[in-house]
């Protein structure tokens, strides 16, 4: 909502995702849904 009060309605969002240890990467696809239902339907 801030960025849009700014004029800004080119918006993405996403997830960082965690690190277990040296190059292992893992995103919580769960947080996609609740990130796109947060944003309105921005991707």
Not at 13 to 27: I, S
Request: proline share 2%.
């Amino acid at each position: 909502e801030k960025i849009e009060e700014c004029g800004n309605d080119k918006v993405i969002m996403c997830d960082r995702g965690t690190n277990f240890g040296y190059d292992n990467l893992v995103v919580d696809m769960l947080g996609f849904g609740i990130m796109k239902k947060v944003s309105n339907g921005s991707p």
